[in-house]
Nanobody, 123 residues
Framework: QAQLLESGGGLVQAGASLRLSCVASERTFSRYVMGWFRQAPGKEREFVAAITMRGLSTWYHESVKGRFTISMDNAKDMVYLQMNSLKYSDTADYYC????????????????WGQGTQVTVSS
């Protein structure tokens, strides 16, 4: 069973960048689709980005295309979310997740979840 741990959140001003990291407790990334979701205060958790095993394919929520980039380092069992040009609306808790459905944006397709890391963007 995969255990995931996120890091890299923080408080930044609008327009700044942050890179979130997610590490797995085992050799997870070669077996699963890895995704990032986020949950803003008072809102439902939503899909942000995902990447297939070995990084062959990526997909994004429309609101982050061109600003966020998901990537992975299989040698280090790490997946990253580079977030540029951050907006106030990006403020949320960000969660790393592992699933097995390529192309999925649904929480139900991701069986394993981290505890989340908080991102706050001041306007």
């Amino acid at each position: 069973q995969a255990q995931l741990l996120e890091s890299g959140g923080g408080l930044v001003q609008a327009g700044a960048s942050l890179r979130l990291s997610c590490v797995a407790s085992e050799r997870t990334f070669s077996r699963y689709v890895m995704g990032w979701f986020r949950q803003a205060p008072g809102k439902e958790r939503e899909f942000v980005a995902a990447i297939t095993m070995r990084g062959l394919s990526t997909w994004y929520h429309e609101s982050v295309k061109g600003r966020f980039t998901i990537s992975m380092d299989n040698a280090k069992d790490m997946v990253y979310l580079q977030m540029n040009s951050l907006k106030y609306s990006d403020t949320a808790d960000y969660y790393c997740a592992a699933g097995d459905v390529v192309g999925s944006t649904y929480m139900a397709d991701y069986a394993y979840w981290g505890q989340g890391t908080q991102v706050t963007v001041s306007s």
